[in-house]
Every structure is written in structure tokens, then in C-alpha cells.
């Protein structure tokens, strides 16, 4: 995220709920409202915006006036779609975050 606010002044981020991760095939290692929760204490974080579905990105796109859509590269081309409405810039993830280092430490414990 804060890649992000390097070069936009107003971040808004798309948050899964736990019930639309596990319509995409992901399970959920922390909560929505935790996750919510930790977006939200982030000062380069703006808004946070529940995502309930896929049709919703167009929506917000449009709604919210975004005129830049980021996404980590491993969705590279995907969302190439929006390109029509708005710039779409695949950033690569951060190295060392990851939910599968989060679950393999977990199960350590």
C-alpha cells in the first residue's frame, strides 16, 4: 500500500470478504474484520471498500471516480479489461509477505 501512495494521493482498497475468497477457491488465514481493521490503521489508506463479487470492481471503478486500478502482478492481464474506464498498473507483491509464510508460521506454533 504504500507503494501505492508514491504515486496516487487517494489509495481506496478492493477488501475480499471471507465469503467471496472462498468463491474464488481461498481460504481466509485472518478474518475480514481483522484484515479490515489493519488496512484501515494505515495512513496511506483512504477508504476500504467491502468486495463482494466480481462485478464489482467496474462498479466502484465508476462510482468512485478511480482512475488508476493496481493490482500484484500475479493478476497480470486479468483485469486488463478496465483499461477501457481507467489505467491498470500490476505492481509486483512485496517479497516476504505472504499468506503462505503466515500459514506455514502458524502452524509451527
Request: hydrophobic share 40%; charged share 30%.
Amino acid at each position: 500500500m504504500s507503494r501505492i501512495s508514491q504515486i496516487s494521493e487517494n489509495v481506496i482498497v478492493g477488501l475480499s470478504t471471507d465469503e467471496f475468497n472462498e468463491v474464488k477457491g481461498k481460504k481466509s488465514t485472518i478474518p475480514f474484520h481483522d484484515r479490515l481493521e489493519i488496512l484501515q490503521s494505515l495512513k496511506f489508506v483512504n477508504l476500504v471498500i467491502p468486495e463482494v463479487n466480481w462485478a464489482q470492481k467496474e462498479y466502484d471503478i465508476n462510482n468512485l471516480n478511480v482512475d488508476l486500478f493496481v493490482m500484484g502482478d500475479d493478476w497480470e492481464f486479468k483485469f486488463d479489461h478496465l483499461k477501457t474506464i481507467c489505467d491498470v498498473l500490476y505492481l509486483p507483491r512485496t517479497e516476504l509477505i505472504s499468506t503462505t509464510i503466515i500459514r506455514e508460521s502458524m502452524r509451527t506454533r
